[in-house]
Nanobody
Framework: QVQLVESGGGLVQPGESLRLSCVISRRFDGRDTMGWYRQAPGKRRELVAT???????NYADSVKGRSTISLDNAKNTVNLQMNSLKPEDTAVYYCNLKNAALNPKYDRTYWGQGTQVTVSS
């Protein structure tokens, strides 16, 4: 079973920055897509950013230009740098790994336990 462990959440003031990290219990492979999602109270979980191991990036419009997702292959880690944080960024942030198998019925998705980010003055 693949494990994902997030860290880096906390309480920050509007306009400040935060860096989230997620350590994966195995090495990345070429069929992985790593991502960050978030869920605010009373709302559905939503995509924040994703990256493939080949460097294809995708960002939600709400964070585009303020956030950067990156992989550290040596540490099996995916990072999310968030700048100019806003109160509406407050949510539990979840790390996600999707592995696309050669046969789609063997596709796998894994989630971390989540880390709280609170943006408030």
């Amino acid at each position: 079973q693949v494990q994902l462990v997030e860290s880096g959440g906390g309480l920050v003031q509007p306009g400040e920055s935060l860096r989230l990290s997620c350590v994966i219990s195995r090495r990345f492979d070429g069929r992985d897509t790593m991502g960050w999602y978030r869920q605010a109270p009373g709302k559905r979980r939503e995509l924040v950013a994703t990256t493939t191991t080949s460097g294809h990036l995708n960002y939600a419009d709400s964070v585009k230009g303020r956030s950067t997702i990156s992989l550290d292959n040596a540490k099996n880690t995916v990072n999310l740098q968030m700048n100019s944080l806003k109160p509406e960024d407050t949510a539990v942030y979840y790390c996600n790994l999707k592995n696309a198998a050669l046969n789609p019925k063997y596709d796998r998705t894994y989630w971390g336990q989540g880390t709280q980010v609170t943006v408030s003055s």
